[in-house]
């Protein structure tokens, strides 16, 4: 089992920007892919991101290409989501997941999931 709570979320003004993490506990964090999907109100919860356990490939959505930069830490158990030049359609609750494979771009591909880190950015 993998437990994961997701921190860092806010409001935060257009062009702003915000860093949320995401701690794991449980099994070994270095050996999950980790990714961060995105639900906004009424609207399916979308990709945003995903890196390997080793860090060394990432995956970006169309979105956030440019503007987000997905990290790792497993020194610290922590997989962080750097957010800059945000915008008001930004606005979501930002999902934190577990892959015990390779992390793909479909929810289907993530064992575990954190509870949710509210952003909401105001025009």
Same mark, same amino acid.
């Given at each position: 089992?993998?437990?994961?709570? #997701? ?7 257009? $062009? /702003?920007?915000?860093?949320? %993490?995401?701690? +794991?506990?449980? !099994? ?17 919860? #979308? ?7 080793? $860090? /060394?490939?990432?995956?970006? %959505?169309?979105? +956030?290409?440019? !503007? ?38 479909? !929810? ?16």
């Amino acid at each position: 089992q993998v437990q994961l709570v #997701e921190s860092g979320g806010g409001l935060v003004q257009a $062009g /702003g920007s915000l860093r949320l %993490s995401c701690a +794991a506990s449980g !099994r070994p964090f270095s050996y999950n892919g980790m990714g961060w999907f995105r639900q906004a109100p009424g609207k399916e919860r #979308e990709f945003v991101v995903a890196i390997t356990y080793s $860090g /060394g490939t990432t995956y970006y %959505s169309d979105s +956030a290409k440019v !503007r987000f930069t997905i990290s790792r830490d497993n020194g610290k158990n922590t997989v962080y989501l750097q957010m800059n030049s945000l915008k008001p359609e930004d606005t979501a609750a930002y999902y934190c997941a577990a892959s015990r494979g390779w992390p793909g771009t479909s !929810r289907n591909s993530y064992n575990y999931w954190g509870q949710g880190t509210q952003v909401t950015v105001s025009s």
